[in-house]
């Protein structure tokens, strides 16, 4: 036994269809097991009528080192109470893939399977679809060009606000700060999901508790939270027209509030104006 770091190469043999020496190696909790099954060998004088790790022997126990290895005996054992038969190869090729995807490097797979990257992505390599998964998740992340905004609602151009066309004049303006500015913005986006309509109908909520207590001026008769209102009654029509589950979802934030359930973003706010309302 040769220590290789935390594996024991067991013996290297000349593979033809490798063209080249391989090294077989054995993970020092097996060295124990294969020890003693190798004693066993000994001792029995197996080994002295076939030198391979598992000999084969006849009926009268005449060698057989030119014949082929046979499990038809065992497969048919499996076959006869319903168990599933793995052979060799595929246990190995569950070996490469695992390895590879716990490493996520096709070189040290490839050393260590005594492969070359070419035959290992030929012969072994299989699709994966939890990998899969991730690699699509993580192409979408970095492709993605949208970035939280200050208010509800997604941005695809942080820090470059562009107001909407014909924005009206008290309408908030958009600069990257203020949550009611996201929604008169160009680069602002909506989100199809059941959370932003509560929040979009939170904040909705929020505007029409604070102009309640606005007490207009000889100058100025309309607030600006009215308008803020106005879009998200339109934003949320639109989303409840897009689909029935879109509906739904707009129903149910639309229940929450009545029942007094506020998303956590404008919780604080709206209990607070309630009190001073």
């Not at 124990?32 to 022997?57: A, G, V």
């Not at 046979?70 to 052979?87: A, C, E, G, R, V």
């Not at 070996?95 to 590879?100: H, K, P, Q």
Request: charge should be neutral.
């Amino acid at each position: 036994w040769q220590s290789d770091g935390e594996d024991f190469e067991a013996f290297r043999v000349y593979k033809g269809r490798r063209e080249g020496e391989a090294i077989f190696r054995c993970y020092k909790a097996y060295r124990k097991h294969l020890q003693k099954y190798i004693d066993w060998l000994n001792e029995t004088e197996l080994s002295q009528n076939d030198e391979r790790l598992f000999p084969m022997m006849s009926r009268g126990m005449i060698p057989a080192k030119i014949s082929r290895a046979n499990i038809s005996t065992l497969k048919n054992l499996l076959k006869k109470h319903d168990l599933p038969f793995i052979n060799t190869s595929q246990l190995r090729n569950t070996r490469i893939n695992w390895l590879l995807r716990k490493t996520s490097d096709l070189n040290l797979t490839a050393e260590q399977m005594g492969h070359t990257k070419e035959v290992l992505l030929r012969d072994y390599l299989r699709p994966h679809h939890q990998r899969a998964s991730s690699e699509i998740i993580e192409f979408h992340n970095l492709i993605d060009p949208t970035t939280l905004a200050p208010g509800p609602g997604l941005c695809v151009d942080s820090h470059q606000p562009e107001p909407i066309v014909e924005l009206a004049e008290n309408a908030p303006k958009p600069d990257c700060i203020s949550p009611e500015g996201c929604l008169f913005c160009e680069k602002h986006r909506d989100v199809m999901s059941s959370e932003y309509c509560w929040k979009l109908a939170s904040h909705l909520q929020l505007k029409r508790l604070e102009t309640n207590l606005y007490k207009p001026s000889e100058h100025n008769h309309i607030h600006p939270g009215n308008l803020v209102i106005d879009r998200i009654k339109l934003k949320l029509k639109a989303i409840s027209d897009g689909s029935e589950i879109r509906n739904t979802w707009v129903e149910d934030a639309q229940s929450s509030i009545r029942s007094g359930r506020y998303h956590p973003t404008w919780d604080g706010y709206i209990r607070l104006l309630e009190v001073m309302v």
